[in-house]
């Protein structure tokens, strides 16, 4: 009979520390929801858990750059609703403008995140002021463009990368692991990642260093509204269409996401592996609560009581790691 | 919450002008086209309660009007906010119609209306945040001698002169019933809503669940879907991997069916019978689709967009010393397979709540198509 030597389970869990302790809980939630909704086992809900999580996934990146250096961005509700906006009234269902219209939609959120970055670092905001205003002059502003009444469509060919399937995987989810690894090489393995953390831990001594911390500060920004924009450039692909409340359901649940995914709210510590495992939970979660039979009530109560369990286990799981 | 909308036929306007008191309505269905101007007067719409008599509150012009919106940003507060301004417009003793909208927030909403008080309006038009917390600011309104009028979401008590709306029970029901019978009193059945908590939604549920009682109907799950496509995709796509067979579809609201019929075709499913309203998006997915899924069915209650010009109408007959009712319940048109193609608008955006009295024209510029 296989045996787990103790020797055996102590290096399993090393690695699974190292890993981030929210891959835990993303892997006790799938068997425990298992258990009680056989559902969540078949595969293809664990492909459809996977390819809506690339929306939050890929939002929730940018959001841990944002935790990362010490603030946070809740304009990324408004960033995912303007895309969504741009994208289809400028795509209007033709390939022809597929290109364009997506780079405007990103540039366009660049310069969000610029003016993001520089109300906080230049004019001196409080970044959750700062984003919380960028947030509703967003909203404001898709509502003005659109006159409250949205048009257009996106091009059957961008369908395919919300909507379809490559090596049995949603593209999606490609999507957002290949937008994940990079972000987490750039991270880890670059000395813009390094300068993000050393920003976030401790920005006085990171100008005495001679790191910039203002530009640092506001690529963080920069790459947070971006990936807020490729995040909703994802989910209007999955759908098709415009839709002015399409971002708002991002404004809480990215946070959630990097918290559970061991990101620090005060910045300096976390990565985007664990964001990722976040991203994960968090879908998980909300498809296990779809699929239950609980009432409306139940379900919220249930999601916020595993969200504080899962970060309250992550405090004493990860209390013993020594790297992120 | 959103409002929901949908479509009447009346001799509202004949009982009204007879003095018909309380229950007085007559109907006579228009075949159609049933949007255009004549949306409107090929309404049905049952009065209820008590005549509010003209004579009260009669007042030489011209007028001030203000509208407090509760919120605004979807199609249908869109659709409604221009059908109102353009009634407004052709109203000459009407110069002046104050809109003031607040922000999906309650506390605005009570200070909005106690601002257009103190600007001395004559009558105050209301689409409620909250059923509850409006309700002190009107009557308050009210005793100042204001008339006033609720639509569409309704407010608590009668401290208000007269309401426009539908009755969202009355339509659940009628949409469970027609759900029941599409499903021949079997079957499996998964429901959407709008916002948690929304009055709409669970007035709309407990009616439903009323027309479900003694049929075979089993209600899988019920689940708010935000009255978003997006929203309703996912939500679905969650019950169509726990649940292998799903027989129908009850929606109050045509984006949830929308986002679950598109759900239903990523995971390769048949589509089945599903309820909603008038939204643009669902009538054009069934167009296209009704062909290649014989059991895919339509029943859908609409919500008129032209709710706010029923309301103004009733506000300037008041203040012109005429009678109207206390409520004015509209009785929205079941829109089916049969009778869809009177209803569908396959040159414009999905988003398009398609019973207005607006023209195709009118709605390509609202909405720059």
Redesign the interface.
Known sequence: MFMISPARLSRALRFVNRLGAVWIAVILLYLVSGLI?P??F?I??TL?ILQ?AAFLGIVAIGQTLALLVGGIDLSVAGVVTMSNIVVTSLMLGQSETLVPSLLISILLAAAVGFINGSLITLARVTPLVATLGTNSIL?GAS?VY????????ISPAFAVCG?GHIFGLPVSTVCWLAIGLVMAWITRQTTFGRKLYAVGANPAAARLMGIPVNRILISAYVLSSVMACLGGLL?TS??G??????GD?FLLTSVAAVVVGGTALSGGWGSIVGTIGGAIFITEL??FT??V?VS?GSR?VLQGAVIALSVLMYHLVGSKRTSS | MRTKKNAYGVTRRQAIRLGAGTLGFAAFFRVFPVHGADAISNAKTTAAGETVSGGKHKKKGPFRVGFSNGFSGNTWRTEMLYSLKKEASQHKDLPDLIIVDGQGDISKQVNDIENLVSQNVDAILCIANSSSAVAPALRDATKQGIVTIPFNLPVDGEAWTAFIGTDPEKKGFTLGKWLREALRDSGKIVALGGLPGNSYTASAWAGAQKAFQGSNIQVLAFRDAYWQEDRAKVVMADLIAAYPQIDGVWCDGSQDAAGAMKALLAAKRPLVPVTGDDYNGLLKLYQEQNGNYPNFKIGLLSEPTWEGVVALRTALKLLNGEDVPKRQIIEPRLITSENYKDYVRPGLPDGVFVDTELSDDELKTLFKS
Do not use: V
């Open positions: 909704s559902g969540m078949q293809n809900e459809n809506i909203f509502l659109t006159g409250g009444a949205p048009h257009g469509s909507q989910l999955y759908i269409l415009p839709s002015l409340g399409i359901q909300n498809s779809n699929i039979r409306t919220f």
